[in-house]
């Protein structure tokens, strides 16, 4: 599998929220010329995020957008006022024009989270890109067994309407790739249902045969209607889990352009259709919840440590806590900062220490990155330029590597955090370490809690 295919090995298991899959946007004129459009933003794959305009955008912009954040919600740590909505950041490491400027491909961080996120281009003079991991992957190709597709390309719905509609608004990429779709060939289009609980009818309807499959099962081929049109069903069983749909048709027969839409009716009111839009791209980033137990107390009491003494014990090598966290700005920036957690109860910040993959900051999110070479890494990744990345392991050690040679890229359940910190320090110095961290910045010169 390729890096380009967006993750088809990725097994999902977690339902995440998901946000308006493409924001059009209105850009206010600058005196003199109306300056190019944004008509859409969307991520093109794990580290890939492409603009599109109604005109061309010059070099000089495109390069004031690396080292920007792009900015996404994130779910607030246990122990944190749930009232607030914590924000993290991915980075653009790497921006570049396509499609004679019309189209700016930048290279970034992994995305973490299907979540909403959001690109702020106050310098152009408009609104902020706003996108989400909704969508689809569709590939098209001559349909020859064995023959590579001839483009991957992200798609924002199910309903070939929807996509003529990005074309109609300036996006250059969706007008040639909709070009094609009048062209012989097979399109083959991936993604992942978000449904809650229930029994579901998936029913895709087209102007050509169909052929669809849920979770890897055996394909359905479409049958004819009485209007000439052809549907498949799709019995859906849904857990609360995503669940893989892959659906595959000719193009370009007769040479008619291709149709297709989707919608979805309830076991309840199966004559009740609506759109099928609960879509995710199949690379997005859903790993499988790691299997804890419930939180337990902690076996001995949190208090009466010595903030001092846990000063100590942070930046100690028994503990290493500093080798990848800071507090006021001394220690390692691998992952999280730990110099706000006073007012958090001492069992929270204590469970985190101790079973570090219970909760997953997904800033600090890692990955599993699988080259084509068989090399296996695994830990957090972060983009190096248009073509590199970097993956950090448990032991602070980075590991190079080329995009263009990852095979597989997905997130992993367990954090690269060593878990039972409690077996090495034991009962007093965990105590010390609380109270230090615990301890608001200003007052970290001692004290006991």
């Given at each position: 599998m390729s890096f380009e295919s967006r993750g088809r090995g990725v097994v999902a298991r977690a339902v995440w929220p998901l946000a308006t899959i493409c924001v059009l946007f209105a850009v206010e004129p600058a005196r003199g010329a109306d300056p190019p459009r944004l008509v859409a933003a969307w991520a093109a794959g794990p580290m890939e995020v492409r603009l599109a305009w109604d005109g061309p955008v010059d070099e000089a912009f495109a390069g004031r957008l690396v080292g920007r954040s792009i900015t996404f919600a994130k779910p607030s740590r246990p122990g944190w006022d749930a009232s607030k909505t914590p924000?993290?950041?991915?980075?653009?490491?790497?921006?570049?024009?396509?499609?004679?400027?019309?189209?700016?491909?930048?290279?970034?961080?992994?995305?973490?989270?299907?979540?909403?996120?959001?690109l702020r281009l106050d310098d152009a003079g408009g609104m902020p890109a706003e996108y989400s991991l909704g969508g689809v992957e569709a590939s098209w190709g001559s349909g020859v067994e064995g023959d590579e597709p001839s483009w991957t390309a992200w798609w924002p719905s199910l309903d070939l309407k929807d996509w003529r509609a990005l074309a109609a608004r300036g996006s250059t990429e969706h007008a040639a790739r909709l070009a094609d779709l009048s062209k012989p060939g097979r399109l083959s289009i991936r993604t992942l249902l978000r449904l809650p609980q229930g029994t579901y009818a998936a029913r895709l309807w087209s102007n050509v045969p169909v052929e669809a499959s849920i979770n890897g099962e055996d394909a359905l081929k479409?049958?004819?209607?009485?209007?000439?049109?052809?549907?498949?069903?799709?019995?859906?069983?849904?857990?609360?889990?995503?669940?893989?749909?892959l659906a595959t048709l000719p193009t370009g027969l007769g040479g008619a352009p291709t149709a297709l839409r989707?919608?979805?009716?309830?076991?309840?009111?199966?004559?009740?259709?609506r759109a099928l839009s609960d879509l995710l791209v199949p690379w997005s980033p859903t790993p499988a919840a790691p299997v804890v137990?419930?939180?337990?107390?902690?076996?001995?009491?949190?208090?009466?440590?010595?903030?001092a003494r846990g000063e100590a014990v942070f930046f100690s090598e028994q503990a290493r806590c500093a080798a990848c966290h800071q507090v006021s700005g001394r220690g390692g920036a691998i992952g999280p900062d730990l110099s706000n957690q006073a007012g958090r109860d001492l069992a929270?910040?204590?469970?985190?220490?101790?079973?570090?993959?219970?909760?997953?900051?997904?800033?600090?999110?890692?990955?599993?990155?699988?080259?084509?070479?068989?090399?296996?890494?695994?830990?957090?990744?972060r983009a190096a330029g248009s073509d590199g990345l970097r993956v950090v392991d448990t032991a602070s050690q980075t590991t190079e590597l080329r995009r263009g040679d990852v095979a597989e890229l997905r997130p992993s359940a367990?954090?690269?955090?060593?878990?039972?910190?409690?077996?090495?320090?034991?009962?007093q110095k965990m105590r010390d370490l609380l109270a230090y961290l615990s301890t608001p910045p200003q007052s970290k010169s001692g004290g006991k809690r």
């Open positions: 924000r993290g950041a991915i980075k653009i490491a790497a921006s570049r024009r396509a499609d004679g400027g019309r189209t700016l491909v930048l290279a970034t961080d992994p995305h973490p989270t299907a979540t909403s996120y959001l479409s049958s004819a209607t009485p209007r000439g049109e052809y549907r498949v069903e799709l019995a859906v069983e849904s857990s609360g889990d995503v669940i893989d749909l989707a919608t979805l009716a309830t076991r309840a009111e199966p004559k009740s259709e137990a419930p939180a337990a107390a902690p076996a001995f009491d949190l208090n009466g440590g010595d903030a929270s910040i204590y469970r985190e220490i101790n079973d570090p993959s219970a909760f997953i900051d997904p800033e600090y999110q890692p990955f599993v990155v699988a080259n084509k070479d068989g090399r296996v890494a695994v830990g957090l990744v367990s954090s690269i955090m060593p878990a039972g910190l409690i077996g090495v320090l034991g009962e």
